[in-house]
């Protein structure tokens, strides 16, 4: 799979751990005899589901933390008072240059706030963003959308920034040479928009003109629009991404509902589906969220990967295996030679 390496595991965090990180980073290391884990956590428990997993014999070394940061808790009390919780412990490895990346599926408003102060902000960035895979019908079956949440606000600087580090996402996650960028916005006339969205137009328009630029700006974009495969990274607030993003997950899950309602609504309906059951199997798979599940943080000066907090083993697999593509490909120093910045090297990059 590639050179070896350490991940870092947030073993307490989300609805269903410890079990579904475990098992997750059991179906990852099946595939992938390069990883070794760090998990944190609770030793008892992370001990008994281990003990089922003999894939993971002498792949793992377990971090006791007593604390786990509750999903609903707030990111300032989280990072007041969860410096022995499993999370903080995570970011540490990562920051200490134990391990090349962490992975956890905690609450999400408390990792960014853990992460602002434990990995602290790449030079030049003023707020990190959350990047997400959306399923398109382009060619790569992907873009990147950027920022799916981790801060509400961004100006124009902001939005430029996002999609220097997205087009570096885009080039490994989708193997984008020249990935196409565009400005999420309410419309694709270039009159429209807030002042800091057109301002952000007019930087990456200058941007992509330049010969050394390392990808091509397509003007603005609507929603309606991300699935289609126009742009290969979407650069928009963390307010508007993340509410795009949920406007997206519900209406696929209602879509899912109401087909498999109608299948299963009349008899005749449930013969026409099992003569449809492969087609029904394949896009079930092309739109499962699971297998593209893992929000990448960019633009901390070290690799953090959000999985779904709801994930199970399959999603959570998924993140592990962002992470560990992410980091093979240390996506930090590429960030920042793009960016012009300095940057934090591990023992595992090789450097």
């Not at 989280?78 to 599926?105: F, K, P, Q, T, Y």
């Not at 006339?189 to 007019?202: D, F, S, T």
């Amino acid at each position: 799979m590639g050179h070896a390496i350490t991940l870092s595991i947030d073993a307490m965090g989300g609805d269903n751990a410890p079990d579904s990180v475990i098992d997750g980073i059991a179906k990852r290391a099946k595939r992938d005899p390069d990883i070794r884990f760090l998990l944190h956590g609770d030793t008892a428990a992370i001990e008994k589901r281990l003990a089922k997993r003999k894939i993971l014999e002498g792949r793992v070394d377990i971090r006791h933390a007593d604390d786990v940061i509750e999903m609903d808790a707030k990111p300032s009390v989280a990072v007041r008072r969860g410096r022995n919780s499993s999370l903080w412990h995570a970011l540490e490895s990562v920051r200490d240059g134990e391990a090349s990346a962490m992975v956890s599926a905690g609450n999400t408003g408390a990792m960014m706030a853990m992460a602002l102060f434990c990995l602290r902000r790449a030079n030049g960035i003023d707020r990190p963003a959350i990047a997400a895979l959306w399923p398109t019908n382009g060619a790569h079956d992907h873009c990147i959308v950027l920022d799916m949440g981790a801060d509400v606000r961004a100006d124009a600087a902001d939005l430029a920034k996002y999609a220097v580090m997205g087009s570096e996402y885009a080039r490994i996650a989708l193997g984008a040479d020249k990935p196409r960028v565009a400005v999420l916005n309410v419309g694709t006339e270039e009159n429209k928009g807030r002042p800091e969205v057109k301002e952000a137009a007019e930087s990456l328009r200058d941007m992509a003109e330049r010969p050394d630029c390392a990808f091509q700006f397509t003007g603005f974009i609507e929603a309606n629009a991300i699935p289609t495969g126009q742009a290969d990274v979407i650069v928009t607030d963390g307010f508007t991404g993340n509410v795009a993003l949920k406007a997206a997950e519900g209406t696929a899950r209602f879509v899912g509902d109401h087909l498999r309602g109608a299948f299963e609504h009349h008899w005749s309906s449930r013969i026409a589906a099992l003569f449809a059951v492969a087609s029904l199997r394949r896009l079930k798979r092309r739109i499962d969220p699971r297998r593209v599940n893992g929000g990448v943080f960019l633009g901390l000066d070290g690799l953090a990967v959000k999985s779904h907090g709801s994930a199970d083993a399959t999603g959570f697999s998924a993140a592990v295996e962002l992470a560990a593509t992410m980091s093979r490909a240390d996506v930090i120093k590429r960030i920042a030679a793009q960016l012009d910045m300095p940057h934090r090297t591990t023992p595992e990059s090789g450097e």
